[in-house]
């Protein structure tokens, strides 16, 4: 069963990284708002750079001067089933102790900022 970590990121503006364990790496998300807990509740993700498997247990304060300086906690945690998988939409459902059920994530189109990979991030 894949792993998922959200961490808390109080960098220079808070936010929470969402991280899916696929394809050997950590697809990551970055969400300006905490994620939501129940239905009715979109969030803003914004599509980051992969990181490492490994980073999945990281806990810490990265140096000021440093990319993304600030302290990372784990928020939440857990295994999660995959639903259904394109390039424009993730569905999944977490069993972790702060998100629990089903949660898609959509990629917004955007003819404005075209390139850009926002998503949103909502409970199902």
Do not use: C
Request: aromatic residues 10%.
């Amino acid at each position: 069963m894949p792993i998922f970590v959200v961490h808390r990121h109080a960098a220079s503006h808070l936010h929470w990284d969402l991280r899916l364990s696929m394809e050997s790496v950590l697809r990551s998300w970055a969400i300006p708002k905490e994620p939501p807990r129940a239905k009715g509740i979109k969030r803003l993700a914004i599509q980051v750079e992969d990181h490492p498997i490994s980073h999945a247990k990281y806990e810490g304060t990265i140096a000021e001067g440093m990319y993304g300086a600030g302290t990372v906690k784990i928020w939440d945690s857990g295994k999660y089933d995959l639903k259904e998988k394109t390039e424009e939409k993730i569905v999944v459902t977490f069993h972790g102790s702060k998100l629990n059920g089903e949660y898609a994530l959509i990629k917004m189109k955007s003819t404005k900022y075209p390139g850009k990979k926002n998503w949103l991030f909502f409970k199902l």
